[in-house]
């Protein structure tokens, strides 16, 4: 199993790249928001991998940073999402947009997104809406393994989703106090709410 890519970026297009790793091209297939970061070709990279097998296929798919690459693991969990259209999904919309469009369960923003139904969008939001702060599994807002209390994780989600550190401070003391955040992703859902009155 590849876990990450050490080496020169060979060649770099849109929706993928080569990195020759010691004389070997490896086909990457990337998300526009990797594609963004990418160094000029011939540069050294090193580049985060999903290395999906199926009988007659293997696939790398390639992520800039780990909390893309978690969040892209949390999508193809989604009935119906392989691993083709999780990229197409990051690719649509930056993940803070994504976050919260699946928190907020705006269904409409996620169907939106090229290659996502409204079917597909209900069930994201469904299926996701709880597992997207899971203090169990890496985080999807700050990339980290270790595992974290509730009120880190809505912090830490709550500025991936472009939130001051002190305001987030602040909207998660209050709910925890009032005792009205469950889950992480109840405290975002109300820090959201609370933030748009």
């Known amino acids: ?5 050490n080496g020169i970026l060979s060649v770099k297009t849109q929706s993928e790249l080569i990195v020759d ?6 086909r990457v297939e990337i998300s526009t928001e990797t594609y963004q970061t990418l160094p000029d070709t011939g540069k050294e990279i090193k580049i985060l991998i999903y ?3 199926t009988d007659s296929d293997q696939r790398l798919f390639g992520f800039a940073t780990s909390k893309e690459k978690n969040l892209f693991e949390r999508l193809i969990t989604v009935k119906g999402i392989g691993p083709k259209l999780g990229l197409t999904i990051l690719s649509g919309m930056p993940a803070p947009n994504l976050m919260e469009a699946i928190v907020t369960q705006d269904t409409s923003a996620l169907s939106a997104i090229s290659g996502i139904g409204k079917k597909t969008a209900e069930r994201m939001v469904l299926e996701l809406k709880d597992k997207l702060f899971d203090e169990s599994q890496p985080s999807v807002s700050t990339g980290s393994l270790e595992k ?10 709550l500025e991936a989703l472009g939130f001051k550190k002190k305001e987030a401070e602040q909207m998660v003391n209050k709910i925890i106090t009032q ?19």
């Open 1 to 5: 199993m590849i876990a990450f890519l």
């Open 21 to 26: 790793v010691s004389g070997i091209g490896y």
């Open 51 to 53: 290395h999906h097998f």
């Open 148 to 157: 974290r209390s509730k009120r880190e994780e809505a912090l830490s989600a």
């Open 179 to 197: 005792g009205e955040g469950d889950t992480v992703s109840d405290i975002v859902k109300q820090a959201l709410a609370e933030s748009k009155r």
